[in-house]
Every structure is written in C-alpha cells, then in structure tokens.
Nanobody
Framework: QVQLVESGGGSVQAGGSLRLSCKASGFTFGYWMYWVRQAPGKGLEWVSVIDSGGSTTYYADSVKGRFTISKDIAKNTLYLQMNSLKPEDTAMYYC????????????????????WGQGTQVTVSA
C-alpha cells in the first residue's frame, strides 16, 4: 500500500527557511514526485516536481530560485528546501506521486495525481 508522509512544516518569518520531507513507502521507482500547495481559500498550485531518478526537476515561476526539490532514493524520501520564504508561500504543502508528468500549468487538475500525503502546514509571517 502506497503511503506518503510529510513533515517539516512550521511557522517562520519572511526571509526564513524550512525543509519539508516526504517519506514514501509502498513503491520504489517509476513515479514522478510532486510538491503541491494550497493556500487558504485557494485552489491547488503545483510547486515543483522531480523524476524517479532525481535528475530532472521543474519549478513553478513563483518559487524558482528559492526552492529546491531533491530526493534520497536510498531512503525513499522527497525533500523541498525552501529559502527566502515570503508570506505568499503560506499554505498547506502536499507531496504527491504519479506515474506521469502532468502538464505544468495552473489549470491542470492536480487533484487527479494518484497518491497524496496528508500535508504539512507552512506559515510565513511578514
């Protein structure tokens, strides 16, 4: 059974950093891993994605240059290093997994990603 468990969220001031982790179990290879966030009262927004081998990454324009996605294949763990955090980064952050690379657009139906974690809250104060 596939399970994704996020951790590492918290409250920080603007300009601070956090590192999110997502421990995966029940599958080991062949999945694209996503970070997707949802701000209060807003829809799902993709943040970043990495391929199963960890060599190909993509970032939303809103986080490019500030966030870094990575994975430790041996530990089956996905990470999101978030630097220079802004109040607009405040959201629930979810990791998700899917066999396919979805169209990296805001109007993609992100809720259709195959597997989801429970989310971890990130709050950035001004």
């Amino acid at each position: 059974q596939v399970q994704l468990v996020e951790s590492g969220g918290g409250s920080v001031q603007a300009g601070g950093s956090l590192r999110l982790s997502c421990k995966a179990s029940g599958f080991t290879f062949g999945y694209w891993m996503y970070w997707v966030r949802q701000a209060p009262g807003k829809g799902l927004e993709w943040v970043s994605v990495i391929d199963s081998g960890g060599s190909t990454t993509y970032y939303a324009d809103s986080v490019k240059g500030r966030f870094t996605i990575s994975k430790d294949i041996a530990k089956n763990t996905l990470y999101l290093q978030m630097n220079s955090l802004k109040p607009e980064d405040t959201a629930m952050y979810y990791c998700a997994a899917d066999r396919f690379l979805r169209a990296l657009r805001n109007d993609t139906s992100w809720q259709d990603l195959r597997y989801w974690g429970q989310g971890t809250q990130v709050t950035v104060s001004a």
